[in-house]
Nanobody
Framework: QARLEESGGRLVQPGASLNLSCVVSGGDISTYTVAWFRQAPGKEREFVASTSSGGSTTFYADSVKGRFTIARGNAKSAGYLLMNNLQPEDAATYFC????????????????WGQGTQVTVSS
């Protein structure tokens, strides 16, 4: 069964950029949809962005549109989340997720999840 692992989260100042990575092991998810979600303390997990299996189609939450870019990786890398102009409201634990079917912004539709990587935005 495929396992996902995120990395790249750290403390940054407002306005900074950060690149999160999601690697896969134990399975091939090259034909899967990949998405990023985030969860801030005391809040529900929310959709950030998703990409189709080939990477040609992407979808973003309004809150990150124009600032974040989701991209697919190679066979061992599920993908990346490039984040620009980070703001304090972007601070959260970011999760990589995958599913066999079409893109979705619904948490419950994703079967594969990583453990998350923490992004802190503070001056």
């Amino acid at each position: 069964q495929a396992r996902l692992e995120e990395s790249g989260g750290r403390l940054v100042q407002p306005g900074a950029s950060l690149n999160l990575s999601c690697v896969v092991s134990g399975g091939d998810i090259s034909t899967y949809t990949v998405a990023w979600f985030r969860q801030a303390p005391g809040k529900e997990r929310e959709f950030v962005a998703s990409t189709s299996s080939g990477g040609s189609t992407t979808f973003y939450a309004d809150s990150v549109k124009g600032r974040f870019t989701i991209a697919r990786g190679n066979a061992k890398s599920a993908g990346y989340l490039l984040m620009n102009n980070l703001q304090p409201e972007d601070a959260a634990t970011y999760f990589c997720a995958a599913r066999r079917l079409a893109m979705s912004s619904t948490t419950q539709r994703y079967a594969y999840w990583g453990q998350g990587t923490q992004v802190t935005v503070s001056s």
